[in-house]
């Protein structure tokens, strides 16, 4: 990270920030670009009025000191000469308390307006959704307004208008300043012209807004009471947008409270100022300390430790297996936001600000100190899993007396600390200074495990040969491919709509009736990779070992047993190995002649013949630089306002959530956006990484002439990703609109008399991922077939467990139990015809399966036992828990905090579903 970097992310990128959340929520209320122009200079000039109104202070104060000082200084200048001039007048300004560095006072306008011009400029000039927008005479917003030509030469009003502006504006300004004043506002409007002239004309409009309130406000300052005026203004303001909030239609009860809020922000000024005493109030003392330190500590909470901890909790998934570097970054990219936001623009407009509003200021920073620890630490915890998008995979939701009681909540906090800092002034800092040691001492040693975790990803990190799996076209293969969280029940389905997958996947055989025994990978997979010694019950036996050796060792049964027995072994993205999201494969290292590949985010995936895939990585670094700060700011703000910030998993960025005038909607955000059951826009970044493996495996295919059989051991996170494809080929789309193929969507998937349950998002989603892997599975197998090795080869299709979606409604003690009805699907050697099998099965008869026929009277390696199936004795006993992640469970035994239920003979059926208790 270069100083530049580091300058714009602590100066200009705080400002960037605000000017496209602003932006984005007011275009996503207004529906229009034009106005959210619009809006967002009155938002912003109005933020930043006290600045300037505090600015041009200081301006006068130095022109009314060098006015006064003028004729002596020319006496000086005129009578003396050389060194005595110097000291003359340095003894001048010394009697008048003066230093020759004040004469930046008179600049300090146009030095504030700097940074707010780089960012609007930033922001404004490349944002898409202005692309192809027109805007009254406008008819581009996104391109230069070139109303007419002169010749080649583009006439822009837009640019012309606003120096026309600018110059009136300083004309009103500037009228009895000096000459000096004067060139500079004058040349100031030229600079801008030639900066702005070919700029796109969203940006030039933004900053012509900026001079016709610059215009208003010189003429409003004429005013015989300003204030009173402004009063009316931002009441009138509040009373429009009160208006509005009725009127517009789409708005949910927590949008119009939140808009009732700020309406009623607006109108309190008039309000207030007919009940202010005419008397002249006491100035109350002011606590610059406690702001600052209350500033700093805002900006560790939310720039460090709350980074640190998400990424703590699963450090491996914020690294990259292609490009790899250390998550650290981004938690010093959230510090510098962070630190910009609070520390350093908070304390240009304190320093700005009259004794009165910082005497306030100073109190309400404490005040919102505790509202964030309190929203952070006590609500809004338990909004599920997070992905390394930072995008919950269900949208957070709330209910009503959730949001209640946090405001009721916020309230008592606010008043109990502004009491506090009221009356017991003295001990405010040293409780700060307490919050601040804490929180840097939590946010270092947080920082230091992560730091420590990509140490050693760098000490273990494999090379990127490019995977193989090899068949033999003359020997008995065998293939099992961990599908993870793919459905079992939705098989039947998926072939009856694609009849083309049945000679695809013919001589399979499809098990419904089978269960897992968990509904995360961490609990689930043990047993399908070891068999029934390693269900969670019977690895909470083995009380005396660490569950990630167990693990380790569940990994390892099916290849250690067949590479014994002659086999060549190749091993591909081993769930969970090491207990680490990227697996760590040197657990093979014993075996030297295994073949062990990482496969996920290798491939790039085309959309149309566009490459999709190949800026990921800098597109995921830019989402998690600027999301983690803003991620902070959702977990430490009031419930009402978290789903605003939020925002879908985008966090309000402009160019993932375009919405254009007719209707359509633009993102190229990694995270997809999903409108109903039918219409989505953007990819899914963990499904794309997935999918493309399916989507090559014909490309990593070998095969090869000997006789010496392969055994292949795969997982694939294609169907533990769920998102919207495009119907009816379920390809990749970055606007999919599927609404002329659901028609019938919520009755129309149904198998002999009974159908599935599609009316929510979360069962469509899982619905088109496993139709897009059996697809893509249909294309391989066909190539198998093209090169002889379809029928010497057994292929075991399983998934560790399956989804809690509802497409059943298989209920017990309240819980929906479909988690535990995994895919089972087997293709023994020469099968033909799809048959399907009521048989009750387990994902931990994959071993026996694998190996039933090719190796004679096969034992788990590690434990000596006969790998069979005389462990299930039908009523199976299976385990429910929330507490899957890895980096809570690396170093305990057993699995814990946990309900238990047992399940015999049709699973599904409530009926056969029992709970026996928690330990």
């Not at 007048?89 to 307006?113: D, T």
């Not at 805002?298 to 490009?323: C, H, K, Q, R, Y």
């Not at 009259?354 to 929203?375: E, H, P, R, Y």
Request: charged residues 20%; aromatic residues 12%; contains cysteine.
């Amino acid at each position: 990270m270069s100083v530049l970097t580091v300058l714009y992310t602590l100066i200009i990128s705080p400002l960037e920030l605000l000017f496209e959340v602003v932006f984005t929520i007011a275009n996503r209320i207004i529906g229009n670009p034009g106005l959210s122009i619009i809006f967002l200079s009155l938002a912003f000039n109005f933020l930043v009025l006290p600045l300037y109104k505090r600015a041009d202070e200081l301006q006068a104060e130095e022109r009314d000191i060098q006015a006064k000082m003028a004729p002596r200084i020319k006496r000086i200048k005129k009578t003396f000469k050389g060194d005595e001039r110097f000291f003359m007048l340095q003894e001048y300004y010394r009697i008048n308390h003066y230093k020759p560095v004040y004469q930046l006072k008179s600049s300090i306008s146009l030095i504030l307006q700097i940074p707010f011009f780089i960012a609007a400029y930033r922001l404004l000039s490349r944002m898409s959704c202005l692309q192809g927008m027109k805007f009254g005479f406008i008819a581009d917003l996104g391109k230069e307004d070139a109303l007419f030509m002169i010749g080649s030469f583009p006439v822009n009003i837009l640019p012309i208008l606003m120096t026309l502006i600018n110059i009136v504006s300083g004309i009103i300004y500037t009228k009895g300043h000096p000459l000096k004043s004067k060139i500079q506002g004058y040349g100031i409007a030229v600079v801008f012209l030639i900066l702005l002239y070919h700029s796109p004309s969203g940006l030039v409009f933004y900053w012509l807004l900026n001079n016709v309130f610059s215009l208003v406000k010189n003429i409003f300052y004429k005013l015989k009471n300003p204030k009173k005026v402004l009063c009316i203004l931002s009441a009138l303001a509040g009373a429009g947008i009160t208006v509005m909030t009725f009127l517009k239609q789409g708005l949910d009860l927590r949008q119009k409270v939140l808009l009732w809020i700020g309406a009623l922000l607006l109108i309190l000024p008039l309000a207030f100022s007919f009940f202010r005493k005419k008397a002249e109030e006491k100035v109350p003392s002011r606590n610059d300390k406690a702001f600052y330190a209350g500033a700093v500590f805002m900006a560790l909470l939310t720039g460090l430790v709350i980074p640190a901890t998400i990424i703590n909790a699963s450090t491996e998934e914020f690294i990259d297996v292609i490009n790899p570097s250390s998550p650290v970054l981004y938690v010093v990219n959230s510090m510098l936001l962070s630190f910009g936001s609070f520390v350093l623009w908070g304390s240009i407009f304190y320093f700005f600000l009259s004794d009165k509003v910082k005497s306030i200021l100073s109190k309400a920073v404490f005040a919102l100190n505790g509202i964030a620890i309190a929203n952070y630490l006590l609500f809004g915890t338990k909004l599920g899993t997070l992905s390394a998008t930072l995008q919950y995979h269900s949208q957070p939701a709330f209910k009503f007396n959730e949001y209640l009681i946090n405001t009721a909540a916020v309230i008592v906090i606010a008043a109990a600390l502004y009491f506090i800092c009221t009356k017991f002034r003295k001990i405010v800092l040293p409780i700060l200074i307490v919050l601040i040691l804490t929180v840097i001492g939590i946010g270092s040693y947080t920082t230091a495990k992560i730091a420590k975790t990509y140490s050693d990803y760098e000490s273990r990190a494999q090379s990127s040969d490019m995977p193989l799996i090899p068949l033999s076209r003359t020997g008995q293969n065998v293939v099992i491919l961990m599908l993870d969280r793919s459905v079992g029940d939705l098989v039947p389905y998926l072939m009856n709509e694609k009849q083309s997958l049945k000679p695809q996947f013919d001589g399979f055989t499809y098990y419904p009736n089978t269960i897992s025994y968990g509904t995360h990978t961490i609990f689930a997979s043990p047993a399908l990779f070891g068999g029934y010694e390693y269900t969670p019950e019977r690895i909470n036996e083995r009380s005396d070992e660490l569950l990630v050796d167990k693990h380790t060792e569940a990994l390892k049964v099916m290849p250690v047993l067949f590479g014994s027995n002659g086999y060549d072994v190749t091993i591909v993205d081993p769930p969970l190995a090491g207990y680490l999201w990227n697996p760590d494969i040197s657990i093979y290292n014993d075996h030297p002649e295994f073949n062990v590949f990482l496969t996920s985010g290798r491939f790039n995936i085309t959309d149309g013949g566009v490459n999709i895939s190949a800026d990921a990585t800098e597109r995921v670094n830019k989402s998690r630089n600027r999301n983690f700060f803003l991620f902070s700011l959702m977990k430490t703000s009031p419930v009402l306002l978290q789903e605003t910030i939020y925002d879908g998993g985008v966090y309000n960025e402009s160019r993932a959530t375009a919405v254009r005038v007719d209707g359509t909607v633009e993102t190229d955000a990694l995270v997809q956006h999903v409108y109903g059951l039918s219409k989505s826009v953007g990819y899914d970044l963990e499904f794309l990484k997935s999918y493309a493996v399916l989507d090559n495996l014909t490309k990593i295919t070998v095969i090869k002439d000997d006789d010496k059989p392969s055994f292949v051991l795969m997982a694939n996170d294609t169907t533990h990703s769920p998102c919207l494809l495009q119907k009816p080929d379920y390809k990749l789309a970055y606007n999919v609109d599927n609404t002329a193929y659901d028609t019938k969507l919520g009755s129309g998937y149904r198998y002999k008399g009974r159908s599935i349950n599609m009316f929510s998002s979360d069962q469509v989603m899982h619905y088109h991922v496993n139709m897009a892997a059996f697809l893509k599975l249909g294309e391989w197998f066909d190539y198998l077939r093209e090169q002889g090795v379809y029928d010497n080869t057994r292929i075991i299709l399983v998934s560790d467990h399956g989804t809690p979606a509802g497409f059943y409604e298989i209920k017990s003690n309240g819980k929906e139990m479909e988690g535990f009805i995994p895919l089972m699907m087997v293709k023994d050697f020469g099968a033909t015809g799809f048959t399907i099998c009521e048989d009750f099965m387990t994902n931990a008869d994959t071993p026996v399966l694998a190996s039933s026929g090719v190796i004679k009277g096969p034992v788990n390696p590690y434990t000596g036992n006969p790998i069979d199936s005389n462990m299930k004795t039908g009523t199976e006993k299976v385990f429910l828990s929330a507490n899957y992640v890895l980096s809570k469970n690396r170093d305990n035994k057993t699995f814990s905090m946990a309900s238990w239920y047992v399940v015999e003979k049709d699973p599904h059926s409530s009926n056969n579903w029992r709970y026996v208790g928690e330990k």
